[in-house]
């Protein structure tokens, strides 16, 4: 009889236990399609798809799959206190989208546009380009804020780097935000390629090197640096320091972010038959 009635116990333990594991299963679900917006373009069943988990601040790969015929894709079983990143890899370029499940919320459906990728860049231009220079003792800090436009359906992944950028030969030091640092890339002692693709919509871009002070500022105006296959109309140059300050107003710290509509210091104009 005490066999019997601690065989009863044990079984209901198990059940309990069962039970509650059960109930702290995770039960977040992130599901959702995958669209190429590339007319005519290449279908996207196949393309791999990886889960990614911001745990402690690190990223942790929970699952990975792969699109379906209808473009389809499913995860299960996630825990819901975690933010994620979905990363769509299509004709070798990744696209990431990141999630957050709202309080209470179990369930996530997303659509993810993705793009053919080429090497083409007719459809890629420059909106706006400012050239910041601060004056220092012995050396020009030159700062170059790019806004670019991709206008076209496909993401540009260039050839030799994304975006090749020309640096005047006696550029001392090459610099970015330490963000983005990694996304540059040093070709020789005059060339900088800038590394992740570039999708259709805009970018902003900024960097800073610093040149040799010369007896006079004009040939280094002249100097200031193009993306190599690109060759712009007249482009408006800001040049800013303490000591060529106007309108009273201070200039930024080159670690300072810079919107590329600033439009502060007195101004040189620029024509292509200037640049590189």
């Given at each position: 009889?005490?066999?019997?009635?601690?065989?009863?116990?044990?079984?209901?333990?198990?059940?309990?236990?069962?039970?509650?594991?059960?109930?702290?299963?995770?039960?977040?679900?992130?599901?959702?399609?995958?669209?190429?917006m590339t007319t005519d373009g290449s279908s996207v069943t196949g393309d791999n798809i990886t889960l990614l988990a911001i745990i402690d601040g690190a990223q942790e790969e929970?699952?990975?799959?792969?699109v379906d015929a209808e473009g389809n894709f499913r995860f299960e079983n996630l825990p819901t206190e975690y933010q994620y990143v979905l990363v769509v890899n299509h004709t070798?370029?990744?696209?990431?989208?990141?999630?957050?499940?709202?309080?209470?919320?179990?369930?996530?459906?997303?659509?993810?546009?993705?793009?053919?990728?080429?090497?083409?860049?007719?459809?890629?231009?420059?909106?706006?380009?400012?050239?910041?220079?601060?004056?220092?003792?012995?050396?020009?800090?030159?700062?170059?804020?790019?806004?670019?436009?991709?206008?076209?359906?496909?993401?540009?992944?260039?050839?030799?780097?994304?975006?090749?950028?020309?640096?005047?030969?006696?550029?001392?030091?090459?610099?970015?935000?330490?963000?983005?640092?990694?996304?540059?890339?040093?070709?020789?002692?005059?060339?900088?390629?800038?590394?992740?693709?570039?999708?259709?919509?805009?970018?902003?871009?900024?960097?800073?090197?610093?040149?040799?002070?010369?007896?006079?500022?004009?040939?280094?105006?002249?100097?200031?640096?193009?993306?190599?296959?690109?060759?712009?109309?007249?482009?408006?140059?800001?040049?800013?320091?303490?000591?060529?300050?106007?309108?009273?107003?201070?200039?930024?710290?080159?670690?300072?972010?810079?919107?590329?509509?600033?439009?502060?210091?007195?101004?040189?104009?620029?024509?292509?038959?200037?640049?590189?």
């Open positions: 009889m005490h066999k019997y009635i601690t065989a009863i116990f044990i079984l209901c333990m198990l059940a309990i236990s069962t039970a509650t594991y059960a109930a702290e299963l995770p039960d977040g679900v992130i599901s959702g399609q995958v669209f190429n929970m699952q990975t799959t792969t070798e370029v990744d696209y990431y989208l990141q999630i957050i499940f709202g309080e209470g919320e179990t369930e996530k459906s997303i659509d993810i546009q993705v793009y053919d990728a080429t090497t083409d860049n007719q459809a890629v231009s420059i909106r706006l380009a400012h050239a910041i220079i601060y004056v220092e003792e012995e050396f020009f800090t030159v700062s170059q804020v790019f806004w670019l436009v991709n206008d076209g359906d496909r993401t540009y992944i260039g050839t030799d780097g994304v975006l090749v950028f020309t640096l005047p030969e006696d550029a001392i030091t090459f610099e970015a935000p330490k963000a983005l640092m990694a996304d540059y890339q040093l070709l020789d002692r005059s060339r900088v390629t800038y590394l992740v693709p570039f999708p259709p919509g805009e970018r902003q871009l900024y960097f800073s090197y610093t040149l040799p002070k010369p007896d006079s500022a004009v040939p280094y105006l002249r100097k200031l640096p193009a993306i190599q296959w690109y060759s712009p109309p007249p482009v408006r140059f800001s040049t800013i320091s303490p000591k060529l300050r106007r309108y009273g107003e201070t200039p930024p710290s080159p670690e300072d972010a810079i919107r590329p509509t600033a439009n502060l210091g007195s101004k040189a104009s620029v024509t292509r038959a200037a640049l590189p």
